[in-house]
């Protein structure tokens, strides 16, 4: 006889039941879980003996179903620690141990997508910094109240905040109190040496990449982060807001090289964030153009270009000289993906006519253009529309260099690739392309290394491999 046994998302499965001679008792069967108890009462095939128990009924944990992690976890003074930390791969780690929960469960539970939870898990992710991230990671992992509050969330029972966890609020007033008393420690000078340590990690990542500072990078982060969350002096909070916005601007252009393009948003937001409590307008300028580098990454050069226009028009006539130079050298750039020669000469034209002399400003570090980056910027824009001229300017561009930028030449030996290849030159191209790959390998840059490889294969072809 033939038994149907469908196999539905949500089944049972049955064990211990007493078959026909014809039908091994070790076989399982599968059923929908509604119809189960109707099916056994109506199957008189199966010989169930007086005094005999029903078959075991076992339930296959959904993706979908609540999740319980026992309460006595979170009072583990690891995980508090992993708590207070905003850990949040130490956080899934102890749901996957004491929960027994599979990433994917997770995934579900708290609306993350499965591959970045994988990178999570792998400590690959970057910083999670938005709090309605938080909140959901809060709630579906289920965490009670107080576990929440040591996340930096509020309680849900706003009656009984820490439930029965009573020296809570104890703690949380000795841990403000200490936090409040270090930041009140940050006078001037200590400003002085953390805005050094930035500009020190901003000339490392010009030879070296983010990758080799990465450590550094996020400890010097998390340190002006702390020292400008809890400064109450409004002066000193300012001049760390201000330091935090150019911080975190170059920790997101070392994400654009990386082509962690989520990450990189991030960053620009809390940057933005930091520049607007800063109230400097040139360093908001600053990082709001270099956001739109990750929707022209993206494939969405319309909306950078709308954007640069945007923070062009607003921020113009309170800007310096070199920045207007910057953002319509940012604005050309956006036109040339588009397509659109006359808007991006135009903008060259405007930025030319800015440019000051020097190579920079002291009051803005974070931004460095003089006329050999401009004659670099200038023929990778021209490069797209076949300018005659593009290869003079990339040579003149590269020869004013200085050894310092090493992942910017990758990109000028990228660009003079391109050009040497289109004026019919693939052998001269050739060079150009092995000493970019070097730099690109060296500083970590993936961005440059898929612009470089393309050309290789273009290079490839014309000299007929």
């Not at 009670?144 to 905040?161: C, F, N, V």
């Not at 040139?282 to 929707?295: K, R, T």
């Amino acid at each position: 006889m033939t038994i149907f046994h469908p196999r539905p998302s949500h089944s049972v499965h049955l064990t211990g039941v007493v078959m026909p001679d014809s039908m091994s008792s070790q076989t399982v069967y599968t059923y929908p879980t509604a119809l189960y108890l109707e099916a056994i009462s109506r199957l008189r095939h199966i010989n169930t003996p007086p005094g005999s128990r029903l078959p075991e009924v076992h339930m296959r944990k959904s993706a979908f179903d609540p999740i319980d992690i026992p309460e006595w976890v979170w009072d583990r003074d690891e995980s508090r620690e992993i708590l207070q930390k905003r850990d949040i791969t130490g956080l899934f780690r102890i749901a996957a141990k004491y929960g027994g929960l599979s990433q994917v469960r997770i995934a579900t539970a708290t609306e993350i997508a499965q591959p970045r939870v994988n990178k999570i898990f792998n400590g690959t992710a970057g910083p999670i910094e938005e709090l309605a991230v938080f909140e959901r990671i809060a709630t579906g992992l289920g965490l009670p109240d107080h576990a929440r509050m040591l996340l930096g969330l509020a309680p849900l029972d706003l009656a009984s905040p820490t439930g029965d966890h009573d020296n809570e609020h104890q703690e949380q007033t000795s841990e403000l109190t200490a936090r409040l008393d270090a930041a009140s420690a940050i006078d001037p000078t200590m400003v002085m040496i953390l805005t050094t340590d930035t500009n020190n990690l901003r000339l490392q990542d010009r030879r070296l990449g983010s990758i080799a500072i990465a450590d550094k990078m996020r400890a010097q982060i998390a340190q002006i982060e702390r020292a400008h969350h809890h400064a109450v002096r409004p002066h000193i909070r300012a001049q760390l807001a201000h330091l935090l916005a150019e911080t975190a601007s170059l920790a997101g252009w070392q994400a654009i090289n990386t082509v962690a393009l989520n990450d990189a948003w991030n960053h620009y937001e809390h940057a933005k964030a930091a520049a607007r409590e800063a109230d400097d307008p040139a360093v908001l300028a600053y990082v709001s153009g270099e956001q739109a580098y990750v929707l022209m990454d993206l494939g969405r050069p319309a909306e950078a270009a709308e954007l640069l226009q945007h923070i062009h028009a607003t921020h113009r006539s309170h800007v310096p000289a070199r920045l207007r130079t910057w953002l319509a050298a940012a604005e050309a750039e956006a036109a040339a993906v588009l397509g659109d020669e006359g808007a991006c000469r135009r903008a060259l034209d405007q930025a030319a006519a800015v440019l000051p002399e020097g190579d920079g400003d002291p009051e803005m570090p974070y931004l460095s253009i003089n006329v050999h980056h401009f004659a670099r910027w200038r023929g990778s824009c021209l490069l797209r529309f076949g300018d005659p001229g593009t290869v003079e300017d990339l040579r003149s561009a590269l020869a004013g260099m200085d050894g310092t930028y090493n992942r910017a030449e990758s990109g000028v030996r990228c660009d003079l690739g391109h050009a040497l290849l289109a004026a019919g030159e693939p052998e001269a191209a050739q060079p150009h392309i092995q000493r970019a790959q070097q730099l690109a390998t060296m500083t970590g840059s993936r961005r440059q290394r898929r612009r470089i490889d393309e050309l290789s294969r273009a290079v490839n072809r014309a000299l007929g491999r």
